[in-house]
Structures are given as structure tokens and as C-alpha cells.
């Protein structure tokens, strides 16, 4: 699915990979098959990416449930109002009825390792986000602790990184500070139990909002597309890492020398193919289950 077309319902906002619509009170959020690199949306889509990423996020939500609770009503189609449930082929597997929640306008980032724009902002500063990191660091080296570092998003789509200071002055201190505990012990809780099935949890992003007062975890949570996956059995620090994400795609899309301005190119069978394993193999394993196609 590149692009859903609901016609019996108003299409809310469409992103770079979910297609939100209005469900009377509530959201209906669809995941599509898009892949995006580079701030870019790409012209080939990697099949059942978006049942990856719901299924995936249901299992979290309902693992972290007791630590926080989240905006999924249900992701049962047969559970959907009377319209959607005539929508089943469409839905099934790939999306859920969630509350509406007020989303506090930053970016919940927690990093255990050294990569990504974290390492580039090392080696410029020996720090992420105002927090001070000891010398000598590689890339890809687990940190001390993990850290947060949270990030705003720009009208381009790039995330903008930080200081607790500044994310203080958006969603004020109380806030800012619940959201900060929340997103550490929801990391530790995510890498324990990723470890337990052979995955690194690198760093993740995670993203709130307020239902009737109350903090709710919303959107997606620990993805391939929200998170940095290593395979634990590979890891070896002091340069990038093998991962369960579209690094397949970002490493092809370098190799052609694509200047990252539009229009995106089109991706080769082999790059779809790996890609679309890589996103399944991450929900067997975090999961143990079998991926509902």
C-alpha cells in the first residue's frame, strides 16, 4: 500500500509513511508501504513495512502498558466503527483506532551508544544535547548511561537536536522532566528485553501526548523507523553497525550518488527485497511472533 484512499472518511493528515483520518471522536492511524531517506519520501515502497511498524508498536504498547499508558483504542478491524470494518482487506494488520491526543511539539530521544548525529555532534563538542560525554569515545561505543537528548522538528522535516533547557521552555518544567524520566525508564525496560532476543536497542525516539491531562504514549514506538536496531551477535564498536532499519536503502541511495533533492529514484528488486527482511526479522525476534501478513 503506497497511498490509502478512505472515502468514507475525512483524511486528517497524511506524513512521510501514516495516513491519519478522523474516526468521529478518535484517529484511525493507517501505516502505509513508504519508505522515506533523507527527508525524502522514496518512488518504491517496501512491501508489509507498514504492518511492521503497526504490529511492532502494538507489541510495545502493550508491553509498556503498565509503565505508561498509551492512545491505542484497539486494532481490531472487526472492533472498528460499523464504515471501516466494510474496510478489512485495507486495514487489517496494518492499522488502530487511537484517542486523539494533544502532542507536546518535541521529540523524546534517548541514546545508549554513540552514533548517528550524536556522533557528529561528539566529535564536534564531546557532548549531545548539553550532556557531557567522557573523552575518547568511538562511534558506536555504549555510553556511561544512556542519555536524553531530545529534538524538535523543523517545516523541512529534519530533527533539530535540543537542550533539556530549551525543551523545558516549550512544554514547561514539570513536563519536561516527566517526560524525561518516562523516556529513560521506557529504554531500559525496551533494552532488557531486547537483549534478551539478541538485538541492540541503540537509541530510539519516543513521542507523547496529553489525553484528558494525562500523558499517553502515541505514534509509533521502537521501530526500525523510530529506533537503531543492531544485531547483538555483530556488534563491534568503533564504527557503524549492521541494522535492522533501511540502511540497505540509505547505503544505496550513497552509492549511486543520488545529490538528495527531488524527485526520489526508484529502488532495485535486491535493495527492496533485503530491506523487507531486515523490518520483518526485527518483529520475529523482538516479538517472537510470526508476522500477520
Not at 275 to 292: D, F, N, P, V, W
Request: charged share 25%.
Amino acid at each position: 500500500m503506497t497511498q490509502s484512499e478512505l472515502s468514507a472518511l475525512t483524511l486528517h493528515a497524511r506524513g512521510k509513511v501514516r495516513d491519519i483520518y478522523e474516526a468521529g471522536d478518535d484517529l484511525l492511524f493507517l501505516a502505509s508501504d513508504r519508505i522515506s531517506a533523507f527527508d525524502h519520501i522514496l518512488a518504491t515502497e517496501i512491501p508489509d513495512k507498514g504492518k511492521v511498524l503497526t504490529q511492532l508498536s502494538l507489541f510495545w504498547f502493550d508491553y509498556l502498558q503498565e509503565v505508561v499508558p498509551n492512545h491505542v483504542i484497539t486494532a481490531r478491524v472487526e472492533e472498528y466503527p460499523k464504515p471501516l470494518r466494510d474496510l478489512q482487506d485495507q486495514l487489517r494488520g496494518r492499522s488502530m483506532l487511537v484517542r486523539r491526543a494533544k502532542m507536546f511539539p518535541v521529540e523524546c530521544v534517548v541514546r545508549g551508544y554513540l552514533s548517528g548525529s550524536g556522533w557528529k555532534d561528539y566529535k564536534q563538542t564531546q557532548s549531545i544535547c548539553g550532556n557531557s560525554l567522557p573523552p575518547g569515545l568511538r562511534e558506536s561505543d555504549c555510553l556511561p548511561e544512556p542519555i536524553f537528548t531530545p529534538a524538535t522538528k523543523s517545516n523541512t522535516g529534519h530533527d533539530i537536536n535540543i537542550s533539556f533547557d530549551e525543551m523545558a521552555r516549550l512544554v514547561g518544567s514539570e513536563t519536561a522532566q516527566t517526560l524525561r524520566e518516562l523516556s529513560l525508564r521506557i529504554y531500559a525496560l525496551a533494552v532488557e528485553h531486547a537483549k534478551s532476543r539478541g538485538i541492540i536497542v541503540a537509541d530510539t525516539k519516543f513521542e507523547f501526548g496529553s489525553v484528558n491531562g494525562k500523558i499517553v504514549l502515541s505514534d509509533e514506538v521502537l521501530t526500525p523507523d523510530s529506533s537503531r536496531f543492531w544485531p547483538a551477535e555483530t556488534y563491534r564498536p568503533g564504527g557503524p553497525q549492521a541494522s535492522y532499519d533501511k540502511q540497505f536503502v540509505r547505503d544505496y541511495l550513497e552509492s549511486i550518488h543520488w545529490d538528495k533533492s527531488p524527485p526520489a529514484p526508484a529502488l532495485p528488486d535486491d535493495v527492496v527485497r533485503k530491506t523487507r527482511e531486515k523490518y520483518i526479522q526485527a518483529y520475529r525476534q523482538i516479538s517472537g511472533k510470526e508476522l500477520e501478513l
